[in-house]
């Protein structure tokens, strides 16, 4: 156990400013999230939160025993993954839906980043830095949730992932998805908003007058309705102009047309539609992805809908006209 007791020069700071200035090899997320773990550190013998401002004369504990036995860095695992698009500095990769993207507190193995690391040993050079979550996360340039199917670019080297994420900051990839959505939606519309954590619930994202700006395009492809209860479904084509997680889940749950086995961005209504058109994930696919490579070669890669898409439309009644 390291006790700190702080000093003027330290006070009216955050604890997680603090602590990542103490263990700089750990990301400021990462003391983030082993604050709310309670069993990393206490302030005056309580938890706290990673915002609490320090007072001179506070005693923090850290438990440094907790903070290194936790230190991990992923393995390589025999995982079949379908590249569709490849050369040596990057790939781009179909990933099905079930499949997590990187290792986590919840997922430490079976993750997309392990199988990757057994087919391109390489990417464990492919990170931003030495700290933990670097270490989880090599090669990957962007993601995607669980149950979100489709294409996802990997970065072989360091510098293309660099390359990658700058690219992706300065809004340069396009990115388009398709949705089987509850209810029919107008034929087309931008929706804009500001996306931050819940504060309720940390694990969801909310819409508010704070967060970062979040753009979707959407349209209508087709309209179906089931053939005996007659309820309605659009097959919709999205493109994102932000990449905010949850973006596209949240913002259609609060148009008012969730996507369909979404458990989390739901209403009873669009529960109750995908229970009984037994939906089994949410049906959110990355349909395609548009970006320029290191050496200015534009690159477009397609992933065909879905067989599950497929499953449930083929068993619609498709509407030709509203």
């Known amino acids: 156990m390291q006790q700190i007791i702080i000093s003027e020069k330290e006070s009216n700071q955050r604890l ?16 983030q999230k082993k604050i709310e773990t309670g069993d990393f550190v ?13 007072s001179v004369g506070d005693i923090i504990e850290i438990n440094i025993d907790n903070l290194i036995k936790n230190k991990k860095e992923a393995k390589a695992e025999e995982i ?29 193995k079976h993750t997309l980043v392990n199988a990757l690391l057994s087919k391109y040993p390489e990417i464990s050079s492919a990170r931003h830095d ?14 995607l949730d669980k149950d979100t199917s489709g294409v996802i670019i990997v970065a072989k080297n360091k510098k293309t992932l660099e390359y990658l994420v700058g690219q992706i900051k300065q809004r340069k990839v396009g990115k388009k998805y398709q949705a089987v959505v509850f209810g029919w939606t107008p034929e087309s ?12 619930n940390r694990t969801k994202m909310a819409e508010g007058i704070s967060g970062k700006t979040a753009i979707t395009h959407y349209s209508a492809e087709k309209y179906f309705c089931l053939p005996k209860t007659k309820e309605k479904i659009t097959l919709l084509n999205l493109e ?19 996507v369909l086995g979404d458990k989390v961005y739901k209403i009873k209504e669009s529960y109750l539609l995908s229970r009984n058109c037994k939906v089994k994930r949410q049906l959110l696919h990355a349909k395609s992805i548009e970006f320029k490579s290191p050496d200015e070669k534009v690159i477009k890669v397609l992933s065909s809908m879905p067989k599950d898409f497929i499953a449930l439309i083929s068993s619609l009644d498709e509407i030709k006209q509203l």
């Open 42 to 54: 206490k302030v005056n013998g309580k938890n706290k939160k990673s915002s609490y401002k320090t």
């Open 189 to 200: 519309g931008n929706l804009v908003s500001r996306i931050s954590r819940d504060k309720k």
């Open 16 to 31: 997680d400013q603090i602590l990542h200035h103490r263990f700089k090899k750990f990301s400021r997320n990462e003391i």
């Open 240 to 258: 994102i102009k932000t990449g905010r997680t949850h973006q596209i889940r949240l913002q259609l749950k609060n148009l008012g047309h969730p």
């Open 80 to 108: 079949p993954i379908e590249v569709l698009y490849e050369n040596n500095d990057l790939a781009v990769i179909n990933k099905p839906a079930g499949i997590v993207v990187h290792p986590g507190v919840k997922n430490e």
């Open 130 to 143: 030495n700290t933990e979550i670097s270490k989880l996360r090599p090669g990957i340039v962007h993601r």
